[in-house]
């Protein structure tokens, strides 16, 4: 922060201004929720693909290059490693970046990643001359001759492309525009400063949101490792520093929003460019400005933010589901206004330093307005109301204000003052100072460039990455000879496998613009034994394994695929880890499931299930789409596609599940099977838009195929085709979750409207567990909340409130 004035002289000067009603300045107190708008229609289009190269069809013709079969090579017996060597230039630069936009016209020439400082962009990096127009323009570029990434003409998945930005001051005279696909990416040793100048025009400096698209189909965009800065402006000029209306499979992490201290005019991150959906942000710092991040959104999972000098560091305006992790409010008048929340706001392991109050909201009434707070520190104000201060202090364990199932209780009770729970964590899930563990994505800055491999750059086992060859014996051949020995970088470009990839033991890959492995061939026909797509591991491996920044993805309808399984447990808790890794069935060009699924569901069982984590497999999981697609990205394709299962959690020695989101799945988004000792912030789920009255009773079209650990549907009456759709979650002989923002959504019933005034019967089933802390937990138009046992426990009329039902703590066998 650069100030001369003292914080604390300001900080007082603001609380002894704030009138008892807390209307402190800046904090815009909303007497109204917002409610999250229902514009969206299913078999909504996408982007067109014009330049779409649709002789490539992976599943009608692969091309066999020479020497695409692996030749067996001795490993590289003398390589232990990576061996890192701190203060080198950051490695990604100098690699040879041969990624690729694998189903375009212009695949060998469009430029997955452009340096802004380089020809032809040129822009100034000593901070003395306008550099927004050059790097506009490389975010802009498209090939030579094809269309600019601003034409529209790309698709959702045609125009991935890496901005990168050098250390050093980049003055902005104008406001930057990123567009879907865009990864926008400073260097982490030392990052970029992107400073608006002083008469800066417009209302915002980076608009993160593609114009051409809503908010909640801005998928796949990055800001990672930068600087953004308006010191420069003067304090009471409005001005944003980045407008995020994005939605899933976005990532924004590792950024500084660098503001004058409580300037008036000045908001780091708003989502105020329409309606988002949102999954995860974190590891940010806000100095400075009168409002940290103003939220106006359908959910979120906020993690390892510090806001500093903020007046108010989160202005709530909308937020049904809004979960913050291990977040620090320092010197602030407020530190999260949540008047605006509508269901549940979760804050856990965070601190007040030096605050007026580190959460002002409303006193709740049936299930609107949650509040949970837990492990807490922070010596003032801790939550308060118009009426005034309702909790000070500490707050060691748990403590709820809103709607409490207790134990075996089948009724809820309201508290309008809060009431303490108990929640004992489980020590596995901790880190050493007794916060639940996080970390961000490695960025591997301490590692020299000599520590990586580029996976389409070894002599011998060429790898392509085209969407038209089978990679997969190489890239095994590969794996296996680098464990233990180099950091994987994985161009851009999608690589069809006909076999299971192994990650083995001892592997970190770092992927490039959303690089995609993507599954064809008979290996994965048989939905009675499937066959995973990825492993990591084999069950009783410890060690490391981490994932960066890949989609997961199939190539053709196959019933018999498990995109991912993970076996290995972390040698240390996030030695093996998923950030930024997606998962999309359908939908996108590559895909006979984009041009195939038009009919009816057991038309297009486009693949088993998307994760499996094994019960030896111990695993942290950051940031996580896992999308059956409801609408074609690409194109206007019909998408009626039945994937069989989203996440099956079996994990027993630790798991992590940071910002996660499975929708669209037929038989559950969620199973806890046999699960122990799992912590969750945010799951977001929605129903398959297709199911319902008029089509397929679940388990259809899958009930040939069903497994130990699938759900049956048998507590159904014959008929209830309102009951036969998707868990939202099952918990079954499972103990120890900390479950907190659970948010399932349902909006239609066989690709349209529902009749009557819920979409769905049942979210929740719990069978044989103990110790499952539900914090936070919210439906839309799903009758029963929660069953247990087969009966009942918890519907949306007894908890009415949010988006349609909310409980602030459900707490089963504890
Ligand atoms: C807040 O900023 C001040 C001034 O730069 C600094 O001294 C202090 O350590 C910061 N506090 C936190 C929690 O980051
Ligand atoms: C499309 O891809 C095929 C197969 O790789 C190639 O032979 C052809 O030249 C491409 N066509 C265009 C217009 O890029």
Known sequence: MKTSLSLLAVLTQLVASAPTSNTVSGAKESSSIAFPPLDYTPHKNGIPYTVLNSSIQPWERLVTHPGSKAVPRASEASCTGPVADPGQPYWYPQMTHNGMSSFSQYKTTYPIYRDVTASPYN????????????IQNAINAGAPGGPTRTQNEMGTTGQDAVVYIPSGTYLLEDSLQLYVGTVLMGDPNDP??????????????????????????NFYITVKNIVIDSTNIAPANTIALLDWTVSQATQLTNVVFNMPDYSTGHTGLTNSYGYSSNTYMGDLTFNGGVVGMNLNTQQFAIKGVTFNGTTTGVQITGCTDCVFVDCTFANAATGIQ??????????????GINIGALVRGTTPSNGNNNVILENIVNPGITFATSSGTVLSGNVKDTWVLGGVYNSGSTSVSHYTSGTTLTTPRSSSLLASNGKYFTMPPPTYDEYPASQFINIKSVSGLPVYGDGQTNDAPNINAILAMYANCKIIYWPAGTYIVEETILIPSGTRIFGEAFATISALGSNFYNAAAPTTMVQIGNAGDVGTAQIQN?????ADVL???LLLQVNIAG???GAVGLWNVHFRIGGAAGSKVETNCDGTPDQCRAAWGLMDLAPT??????DMWGWTADHDLDGGNGQTIATGRGALIRATQGTWLVGTAMEHHTLYQYNFYGAQNVFTALQQSETPYWQGPGNDAAPAPWGSYLQAADPTFSNCASGDTLCTMAWFELLTNSKDLFLYGGGVWAFFNNGGGCSGTNCQENAIDIEGSSAVY?????????????RDGGKTVATESANAGGWGGCIGAFLYST
């Open 559 to 561: 019933q018999g695929c």
């Open 571 to 573: 040698s240390t808790p």
């Open 550 to 554: 890949l989609v997961l993805s199939v």
């Open 338 to 351: 949540a008047s605006g929340d509508s269901g549940s706001l979760t804050v856990i392991d965070s601190t």
């Open 123 to 134: 822009a100034d990096k000593t901070g003395s001359s306008d550099a927004s127009g050059a």
């Open 617 to 622: 497999s111990s695993v942290y999981i950051e």
């Open 774 to 786: 539900l914090y936070g937990t919210n439906v839309h138009s799903i009758t029963n909340m929660v």
């Open 192 to 217: 970029p400063v992107l400073k608006a100048s002083s008469n800066f025009p417009n209302d915002h400096i980076i608009y993160g949101k593609d114009p051409n698209q809503d908010g909640t189909v």
